[in-house]
């Protein structure tokens, strides 16, 4: 199916632990990203990605890692989850400069 | 820095009452500018875009928004609401890097 696709939806996971989580799309969009939201904060930017092999970090990106080497796989990993990392995390992509993003539906991670 | 404004958190509107929620941004070019919406437990949806032209752009859904470049706001309006309207509403800026900076939202409640 066309579109874009986070998984897990759901994951509980414990604090340290290495988990990731993953995205992608069948657009071949040039941009993705990883967003955060929490309540009272809205989105927040974690890491985005221009293309393949081009990653720069968002507003928060302390304790997590990216890599792109496909155009269609954004993966978003947490080396080592911490508490304060609980939230949703929503995964982005859109083609050229001045377009519109499209969304994931999101995964709801909670570390214990 | 770029940033987007929305000063309210939580609005409530009658059905069949007007709705207009604010927007501020802050960016120094000519933005790209958006408003998304988002329902309980799903990704965000696009409402209405704008880029350049036509000032008052029309959406999905009966939503529409006026860029006022004078007062750095694009705040978003709807006629008479339903009670399906109901849902949390972010505005977004476009910034020539790539990516989206998000407003933290505000929630829409309906009463009937």
């Known amino acids: 199916d066309a579109g874009i696709t986070q998984s897990p939806r759901y994951k509980i996971t414990e604090t340290g632990r290495q988990v990731t989580l993953m995205c992608h799309q069948t657009w071949s969009h040039s941009y993705m990203f990883w967003y955060r939201q929490d309540l009272g904060h809205g989105l927040r930017l974690i890491y985005y990605s221009a293309a393949a092999d081009i990653t720069d970090k968002g507003e928060v990106p302390d304790g997590y890692v990216v890599s792109r080497s496909k155009t269609e796989n954004f993966p978003l990993t947490l080396e080592s989850a911490t508490r304060s990392q609980t939230s949703v995390y929503f995964c982005a992509s859109k083609g050229r400069e001045g377009t519109e993003a499209f969304f994931g539906q999101g995964t709801r991670l909670t570390v214990v | 820095a770029q940033s987007v404004t929305q000063p309210d958190i939580h609005i409530t509107v009658s059905e069949g009452a007007s709705l207009e929620l604010r927007c501020n941004y802050s960016y120094g070019a000519t933005p790209y500018l958006f408003w998304y919406v988002q329902s309980p437990g799903q990704g965000l949806q696009l409402l209405l875009k704008y880029f350049s032209g036509d000032t008052l752009v029309q959406g999905i859904k009966g939503f529409e928004a006026e860029f006022k470049r004078s007062q750095s706001s694009f705040n978003l309006r709807k006629p008479s609401v339903h009670w399906s309207d109901a849902a949390e509403y972010f505005c977004?800026?476009?910034?020539?890097?790539?990516?989206?900076?998000f407003g933290k939202g505000t929630k829409l409640s309906v009463k009937p």
């Open positions: 977004a800026v476009g910034t020539r890097q790539g990516n989206l900076i």
